[in-house]
């Protein structure tokens, strides 16, 4: 099992460029979460989702979307990069019932110049 | 939401001491509490969680223990080693999100020095 992939690993982007991150899980996990780590804010919720087809927003939402097409894969988009989306990106999944553990990704350093 | 508050935000403890980091909670129908490991550069992995029926568990040297009453848990690490140095995050459930996912603290970093 590979768990929890992220692509890519690492990404600059322009002031106003878009891009996709794709998140993908093969433990057959019904939840999925997208992350931002920023130095001293810890990890806040951007979007979720609770299985194929559905998503909704977590605390930080505004400048993202995402998409959960397929059960396996939760994508990320920003459609217009802003320098305040320069963060460390981390998808998760977890089993559907509450109180089950998270497994990360190995993140995605984003730098918006 | 849920709200919870981490402390310290940095930890300096010599090799062989005991770490203590403390979170506290503002929804009282929280009943899962997870304690995260985060390795420079790597990702965060989960190390112990306790539930609300139990007041403390412990896993060889790192023990969580939780007052619902106060509305805080604390995790706890004995014997420490420099491979304990890494940021540790408490977490909680989001009540607004029907308890699926979660509120993470803001990090505690632990530098064990030998």
């Known amino acids: 099992n590979a768990g929890v992939t992220q692509t890519p690993k690492f990404r600059v982007l322009k002031t106003g460029q878009s891009m996709t991150l794709l998140c993908a899980q093969d433990?057959?996990?019904?939840?999925m979460y997208w992350y931002r780590q920023d130095p001293g804010m810890g990890l806040r919720l951007i979007h979720y989702?609770?299985?194929?087809?559905?998503?909704a927003k977590g605390e930080v939402p505004d400048g993202y979307n995402v998409s959960r097409l397929k059960k396996q894969n939760f994508l990320l988009g920003l459609e217009s990069a802003a320098p305040s989306q320069t963060s460390v990106y981390f998808c998760a999944s977890s089993f559907h019932e509450q109180g089950t553990e998270a497994f990360f990704g190995q993140g995605t350093r984003l730098t918006v110049v | 939401g849920e709200n919870v508050e981490q402390h310290p935000s940095t930890l300096s403890v010599q090799e062989g001491d005991s770490a203590v980091i403390k979170c506290t909670y503002s929804?009282?129908?929280?009943?899962?509490f997870p304690w995260y490991k985060q390795e420079l550069g790597k990702r965060p992995q989960l190390i112990i969680d306790i539930r609300s029926n139990v007041g403390e568990k412990k896993d060889q040297r790192i023990a969580v223990t939780l007052n619902k009453t106060a509305k805080h848990f604390s995790l706890h690490i004995t014997e420490t080693q420099p491979e304990d140095s890494a940021v540790y995050f408490c977490a909680a459930p989001r009540p607004n999100s029907g308890y699926s996912t979660l509120t993470f603290g803001k990090g505690t970093m632990l530098l064990v020095s030998p």
């Open positions: 989702s609770v299985g194929e087809g559905t998503t």
């Open positions: 433990m057959n996990h019904e939840y």
């Open positions: 929804d009282s129908a929280s009943n899962y």
